[in-house]
């Protein structure tokens, strides 16, 4: 009984694998991951879980994501004992944000495309949504509330302490953040919580919508991931210390985060890149789509002075630390402001990664990022060594190789606005590459580097990497897909019927005319009404039309053997139809008696409280 709990052989022919396994050898084994305790929910006892196929490959997250918390850790604790040579371990630390829309229930049942995409495929934008900006500070609704404060215990049962609530941006869009723990847990946590959310909604008639852009017109929501490492001995690398030690150590370590982002950024920033998300990047509302990192004035002011810090010569490298080193007190956390369109930012004492999706399991990002980080650790450590083997002393060996770090991870340093054309150009300009084509970034796991990392590191194999590749395609496929589907139902069987029925009264309308008024009269009278007839007409054709465009081009997709090459042809043809008909189905909505509209509206949804 007790082995049972231990490892499982779940059949896991269902599970998308990314042809990591055929579904004659479709074996997979669960095992208990011990650093993440049990729990009981619905009087069953959940066990957190790895799972891998039979040859040994990882078919979930957890797993890379312990091995970069692994990874990550070996590397850390060879740095940090430069300073403290008594330190054991070094511990990933998450405080996760999590942002999200409720919804009233009816409402949401209501509408096909929220229930089976999670997202409306369409919604004229209401009269008023966030433009009076009146919501962030808004009262929270008394519905939700009591909601909130039901999740909340919940989730002290569970053993998560959730530290902050407030509204959002948008409307009925709200935020809560857990206090910030361990990596693994923090992610276990997370989900969790996002399972206990969805449950306790529909007690107080609400659904929790957790995807990236549920409304358009209106900010989506997103994941923060907080982000820092902790040793043994209760220190967090990325805290400005108060002696010149521990200065250094958090120089060190930032230094490496630097070049790690820099190095990777186009990794870690695919990581985000799921058709739910891509909805959201890249808007003024959101990260945009290429990564940059943020560091405050007062830390950006210092970097560059090690930057600039003369020649290697010994002498100046010396003068350069003591200068620097009697200056990072400064850097407090009041004294860095916070650049809310940077998509990861350094926040006083840790860095707070802003592009994840709100759906989004961000141990499928973070695990990139520790890998990353891991791997410049190593080689920080590996250039200091070998600095203090030809004579220099441990300190100045270090600033050598921080400068080194900071001036060729320049190039990943904003502070302006992340949001902005220049930005746009500056970025392109320094070489960083951003994400212009969703299924395209896909690709970056296949790249040489990415799997020297991945593998050097020990964190996930080839194989691994391809598997993960094929099963972003299918995801991406399979949700556009759905997506298509539910608006070509939405479009035929909802939107066309109910113009139909509204150019019938208009029809009739113009034909009492007709029979009432006389002639060189009822011309004048009925010229609007036809004028709308026209226009309902139109968009009924167009919509017809455009509907067929977009099924033809789902067959084209559907045809090709690569997932890839499908999902890219959704991404080019399907999607830019799908928008169209939407276009004509908003027109349509404010054409079209209010009575007859089929779908609640964007201002029920959003203000119904
Ligand atoms: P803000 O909205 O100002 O960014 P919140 O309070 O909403 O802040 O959320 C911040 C999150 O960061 C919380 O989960 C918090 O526990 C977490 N956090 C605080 N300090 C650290 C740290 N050193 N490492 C990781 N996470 C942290
Ligand atoms: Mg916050």
């Known amino acids: 009984m007790g082995d049972a709990l231990i490892q499982q052989e779940p059949d896991a022919s269902s599970f998308p694998s990314g042809g990591l396994r055929n579904t004659f050898e479709a074996r997979g084994y669960t095992a208990w991951d011990p650093s993440s305790p049990a729990f009981i929910m619905d009087q069953t006892l959940c066990i957190p879980t790895v799972f891998v196929s039979y040859t040994g490959d990882a078919l979930d997250i957890k797993t890379p994501h312990l091995k970069s918390l692994r990874a990550l850790d070996q590397a850390a604790v060879e740095v940090a004992r430069y300073f403290d040579p008594g330190t054991e371990n070094v511990n990933v630390v998450y405080g996760i944000e999590q942002e999200y829309f409720v919804v009233d229930l009816a409402l949401y049942r209501a509408r096909p495309d929220l229930m089976l995409c999670d997202r409306t495929l369409q919604g004229h934008t209401a009269a008023k949504d966030q433009q009076l900006e009146d919501h962030y500070f808004g009262n929270i609704p008394s519905r939700v509330m009591a909601f909130m404060k039901d999740f909340e215990t919940e989730a002290y049962k569970l053993g998560v302490y959730i530290k902050t609530r407030h509204n959002e941006v948008a409307p009925n869009q709200f935020e809560f953040a857990p206090y910030h723990e361990e990596a693994n847990l923090a992610i276990d946590h997370n989900q969790m919580i996002m ?20 409304y358009a017109g209106i ?18 690398v990325f805290s400005p210390g108060k002696t010149p030690q521990d200065n250094l150590q958090f120089l060190s370590f930032i230094a490496c985060t630097l070049k790690a982002v820099y190095e990777h950024h186009f990794l870690i920033m695919s990581t985000v890149a799921t058709l739910s998300n891509s909805y959201r990047l890249g808007g003024s509302e959101a990260p945009p789509a290429v990564l940059s990192m943020f560091m405050g004035s007062t830390l950006t002011e210092l970097l560059d002075m090690i930057e600039k810090g003369g020649s290697q010569r010994k002498k100046d490298i010396e003068q350069a630390r003591m200068e620097i080193v009697g200056m990072v007190p400064e850097i407090f956390p009041d004294n860095t402001d916070r650049n809310r369109t940077s998509p990861f930012a350094f926040t006083g004492n840790r860095f707070e990664f802003r592009a994840i999706g709100s759906s989004a399991n961000c141990a499928s990002s973070m695990l990139f990022l520790n890998t990353a980080v891991a791997q ?51 970025s392109v300009r320094r070489g960083l590459r951003g994400i212009q084509n969703v299924t395209e970034a896909y690709k970056v796991l296949l790249e040489e580097k990415t799997v020297a990392l991945m593998e050097e590191m020990c964190v996930m194999n080839r194989r691994e990497l391809e598997g993960r590749f094929e099963v972003r395609n299918e995801m991406y496929v399979k949700k556009l897909q759905i997506e298509a589907r539910v608006m070509g139902d939405l479009a035929i069987n909802h939107f066309v019927p109910t113009a139909i029925r509204h150019q019938n009264l208009l029809l009739e309308n113009v034909r009492g005319l007709k029979e009432v008024f006389p002639a060189g009269e009822y011309e004048e009278l009925v010229s609007t009404q036809l004028k709308a007839l026209r226009k309902t007409a139109g968009y009924v054709n167009q919509m017809r039309g455009l509907v067929h465009d977009m099924i033809e081009a789902r067959k084209k997709a559907n045809k090709l053997e690569a997932l890839h090459d499908r999902a890219a042809v959704y991404a080019s043809e399907v999607l830019p139809v799908m928008e169209k008909i939407r276009d004509a189905a908003d027109h349509l909505e404010m054409i079209v008696d209010d009575e007859l509209w089929p779908l609640p509206k964007y201002r029920e949804l959003l203000f119904l409280r």
Not at 219 to 236: A, D, Q
């Open 219 to 236: 900010n989506g929501s997103g994941k923060h991931c907080n982000w820092s490492l902790c040793t043994n001995k209760g220190v967090n």
């Open 195 to 214: 399972m206990v959310m969805r449950k306790l909604a529909k007690r107080h008639n609400l659904k929790v919508i957790f995807h990236e852009k549920p």
């Open 376 to 426: 410049q650790l190593r080689i920080f450590k590996t250039l200091v060594d070998k600095e203090m083997e030809n004579g220099l002393k441990l300190e100045d060996a270090l600033m050598k190789i921080i400068r080194k770090f900071v001036k060729e991870s320049r190039h990943i340093r904003f502070e302006g606005n992340g949001y902005s054309e220049q930005w746009h150009e500056e």
